[in-house]
């Protein structure tokens, strides 16, 4: 056989191989990806896309989850998974499930985020903000577990809202994992006065709260959700839509105010961040000071 016969038939196994290797990559962006809806707002954002959690349960292997569960500082809920913003007494409560990688969870903040302040300021609502990686699942990497462990991170020294905020801003594109990078999130801490100490970068560097990432996205497919972002008010799905209504700015302001009907505002400070030495779930956070 000729020198050139065997370059095109080398040549042709290589095409085909890279042309399966494209179609394994179409099929798995066609099983994960799904249109969550339009989000109609005053920002003009016309259609978001949300990732299934069909394969959440992957894990990107980076080898941070040794040690126990330790929830950040002023967590809540069941197994303090939860990190609260607002007035403990608001009328309302409004659940948020995200993925710092998850472009229709940035779609879903950077349309509704002033609305969300200005009614937990007001005492009108109560968030609850909780971690999900389902796209490290889905398209391998470690972002979205070393973003919400930053996230974390941001939340013992008070930060949360303000460091949560800076992510979606400056979110990559999903198939870019630059938040494995904790160089990268240590930068973006800058954005945010006051965070970026030494106690920050260590804990973001030691991946602190990595095993309660973990336990978060498992507690996220446990609960039998679709996909990210998960908003539910009071318990109640409102993403994409509530009934026939989609999500927009004006709609969730009228439920907000349909929900909070002859209630009044919440006006409890919320109760500043104290870390618990104990893993989550088995023990009371420590007092202040300690």
Same mark, same amino acid.
Request: hydrophobic share 35%; charged share 25%.
């Given at each position: 056989?000729?020198?050139?016969?065997?370059?095109?038939?080398?040549?042709?196994?290589?095409?085909?191989?890279?042309?399966?290797?494209?179609?394994?990559?179409?099929?798995?962006?066609?099983?994960?990806?799904?249109?969550?809806?339009?989000?109609?707002?005053?920002?003009? $954002?016309? *259609?978001?896309?949300? #990732?299934?959690?069909?394969?959440? &349960?992957?894990? +990107? @292997?980076? !080898?941070?989850?040794?040690?126990?569960?330790?929830?950040?500082?002023?967590?809540?809920?069941?197994?303090?998974?939860?990190?609260?913003?607002?007035?403990?007494?608001?009328?309302?409560?409004?659940?948020?499930?995200?993925?710092?990688?998850?472009?229709?969870?940035?779609?879903?903040?950077?349309?509704?985020?002033?609305?969300?302040?200005?009614?937990?300021?007001?005492?009108? $609502?109560? *968030?609850?903000?909780? #971690?999900?990686?389902?796209?490290? &699942?889905?398209? +391998? @990497?470690? !972002?979205?577990?070393?973003?919400?462990?930053?996230?974390?991170?941001?939340?013992?020294?008070?930060?949360?809202?303000?460091?949560?905020?800076?992510?979606?801003?400056?979110?990559?594109?999903?198939?870019?994992?630059?938040?494995?990078?904790?160089?990268?999130?240590?930068?973006?801490?800058?954005?945010?006065?006051?965070?970026?100490?030494?106690?920050?970068?260590?804990?973001?560097?030691?991946?602190?709260?990595?095993?309660?990432?973990?336990?978060?996205?498992?507690?996220?497919?446990? !609960?039998?959700?679709?996909?990210?972002?998960?908003?539910?008010?009071?318990?109640?799905?409102?993403?994409?839509?509530?009934?026939?209504?989609?999500?927009?700015?004006?709609?969730?302001?009228?439920?907000?105010?349909?929900?909070?009907?002859?209630?009044?505002?919440?006006?409890?400070?919320?109760?500043?961040?104290?870390?618990?030495?104990?893993?989550?779930?088995?023990?009371?956070?420590?007092?202040?000071?300690?």
């Amino acid at each position: 056989m000729s020198e050139n016969n065997q370059d095109r038939r080398r040549s042709a196994r290589e095409r085909l191989q890279q042309e399966r290797e494209l179609e394994k990559r179409r099929e798995k962006r066609r099983r994960t990806l799904i249109v969550a809806s339009a989000v109609v707002g005053v920002l003009g $954002l016309a *259609a978001v896309v949300g #990732l299934i959690a069909a394969n959440a &349960g992957k894990d +990107g @292997g980076d !080898g941070t989850d040794a040690g126990p569960v330790v929830a950040p500082a002023g967590a809540e809920g069941e197994e303090q998974l939860a990190i609260p913003v607002g007035a403990p007494d608001a009328p309302s409560t409004l659940t948020v499930w995200e993925d710092f990688r998850c472009p229709a969870c940035a779609a879903f903040e950077n349309a509704l985020r002033d609305t969300i302040h200005d009614m937990t300021e007001q005492g009108q $609502l109560k *968030a609850e903000y909780r #971690l999900a990686t389902i796209i490290d &699942g889905n398209l +391998g @990497g470690n !972002g979205s577990k070393r973003a919400a462990n930053a996230a974390a991170c941001a939340q013992d020294a008070g930060h949360f809202a303000a460091y949560h905020d800076v992510l979606f801003e400056n979110q990559p594109p999903e198939p870019d994992d630059a938040y494995a990078d904790n160089d990268k999130l240590i930068e973006l801490a800058g954005k945010v006065e006051g965070l970026d100490t030494p106690a920050f970068r260590q804990c973001v560097q030691d991946g602190t709260y990595s095993a309660w990432v973990t336990e978060s996205n498992r507690a996220f497919q446990e !609960g039998g959700f679709r996909g990210t972002p998960t908003v539910l008010l009071n318990g109640e799905s409102i993403f994409p839509q509530k009934g026939d209504e989609q999500i927009s700015v004006e709609n969730f302001k009228k439920w907000v105010a349909e929900a909070n009907e002859g209630k009044q505002p919440g006006t409890e400070q919320p109760a500043s961040p104290t870390r618990s030495p104990s893993p989550a779930g088995t023990g009371s956070p420590a007092p202040a000071g300690s």
